[in-house]
């Protein structure tokens, strides 16, 4: 199993787990996640955006304002970190 097929199943994980993980727990996985996701996507070739409607900037909202986010929040935020390292590495595993 590769680290990121490692990432993406601690992502799904910590999904199903929301209620049971503290706040440094939850605020850790989201923060991997963007660096994750910003060093793929520069693999990838996708220039870096820094406007609202880039969905990386709503898992930096979301882990900044980690105490006032709902379980099913979290769980959101979580599932979809976890998609879109998935997608990216199914481009970069076609890529090469």
């Known amino acids: 199993m590769s ?13 199903n787990q929301a209620d049971h993980l503290t706040a ?26 820094e406007t609202e409607a880039d969905p990386v900037i709503d898992l930096q909202t979301t882990a900044a304002g980690i105490e006032r986010q709902t379980g099913d929040q979290m769980r959101e935020a979580l599932l979809d970190a976890a998609n879109m390292i998935r997608t ?6 076609e890529t090469e």
Do not use: H, N, P, Y
Not at 3 to 15: G, Q
Not at 88 to 93: F, G, M, P, T
């Open 3 to 15: 680290l990121t097929t490692a990432f993406i199943s601690e992502l799904v994980w910590a999904a």
């Open 24 to 49: 440094f727990e939850k605020r850790r996985l989201l923060d991997r996640a963007v660096v994750t996701i910003r060093e793929m996507r520069e693999q990838v070739g996708i220039a870096a955006s």
């Open 88 to 93: 990216l590495r199914i481009i970069l595993d």
